[in-house]
């Protein structure tokens, strides 16, 4: 079968079975094109919470599906490949939590949606990249905060406030192992362009971005007028939107290495599998699911 009949397909299926397909920016390009809404975990949280379709199929990886089924358990949550996971997500276990908030019993814990939902549960509050500062900001008083899993988000968020930040040392891979000499060598190559970074990256790169953001942000930073040419500091999977988006605009990786293995599992060939067999269903229990929604409910109602 050729992309355009096996996407014709999966609209079909998607028909028939009251379905919609969520897609996130860093899925592959065949992918994003046929998604019903496409966008960063805090767009595609809220339009699982919103949707009035029976089945949700996540084109993402495992922390987001539960996210979806956290946030609409009367749904079929569909994850086409049930290996899809996300090491950064790996990279906090309950029991160390719970350790945490023993050592730091006053302190309010914001955790980054990419965690799983046993972990949301034992939180006050979830965060995006997109709206980490805005989140951490809200909570009254002048206690600490700890800040779950990623450490790079934690540290560029606890710049920008007064609040006492306790990171904890996770990292997403693909974003911390761009290196500060990487960019400056791309940076040497075009003079002229500018640099966006996404607040995973470490301090010594973000002290070279002329844009940090999230995925979403450095979507809209794109389409400033005065940006023509624009190095990305984030997984590739973007540049389907860049380009899209801008086509008289140049982007340019900051490394050809940023590539998410787990985003680029679900080919067309699984989603289809996946509507045709609804699997691989992803449920959270109740008793993980009511306090992990707290968390992510709190998160939503300062959206
Ligand atoms: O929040 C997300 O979806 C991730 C993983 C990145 C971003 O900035 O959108």
Redo the contacts with the bound molecule.
């Keep these: 079968m050729d992309k355009k009949e096996i996407q014709g397909k999966i609209r079909k299926l998607l028909k028939e079975r009251k379905a919609i397909l969520l897609a ?3 899925q592959r390009d065949e992918v994003q094109e046929i998604a019903d809404y496409l966008g ?3 767009g595609l949280s809220m339009e699982a919470a919103k949707t009035d379709a029976a089945v949700i199929v996540f084109a993402g990886v495992h922390f987001m599906a539960e996210s979806a089924s956290i946030l609409s358990p009367e749904k079929t949550v569909l994850l086409p490949r049930a290996d899809a996971g996300c090491p950064l997500s790996d990279m906090i276990a309950v029991e160390q939590l719970l350790a945490a908030k023993r050592q730091y019993p006053d302190a309010t814990v914001v955790t980054y ?2 965690s799983s939902a046993e972990i949301k549960a034992h939180s006050d509050i979830c965060c ?3 709206n980490a500062l805005k989140v951490v900001q809200s909570i009254p008083g002048e206690g600490p905060v700890l800040m779950i899993p990623d450490g790079n988000l934690a540290r560029y968020v606890a710049q920008r406030t007064k609040k006492t930040i306790i990171p904890w040392e996770g990292f997403c891979p693909i974003h911390h192992h761009l290196t500060a000499a990487q960019v400056s060598r791309v940076k040497a190559i075009h003079p002229d362009a500018v640099f966006a970074a ?1 607040p995973e990256c470490t301090f010594a790169v973000l002290a070279l971005a002329d844009f940090v953001g ?3 942000a450095i979507l809209s930073y794109a389409g400033e007028p005065q940006v023509r040419k624009l190095i990305v500091g ?1 997984e590739r999977g973007i540049f389907c939107q860049l380009q899209n988006r801008y086509p008289g605009k140049v982007f340019i990786p900051a490394s050809e290495e940023m590539l998410c293995e787990d985003m680029k599992h679900t080919t067309l060939a699984d989603i289809l599998v996946s509507l045709a067999e609804m699997k691989h269903i992803v449920k959270v229990p109740e008793a993980v699911r009511i306090p992990a929604k707290r968390s992510l409910d709190r998160m939503l109602e300062l959206s």
Aim: hydrophobic residues 20%.
């Design positions: 996130h920016y860093y960063d975990s805090l949606i990419n995006t990249s997109a996404h999230s995925t979403t984030t």
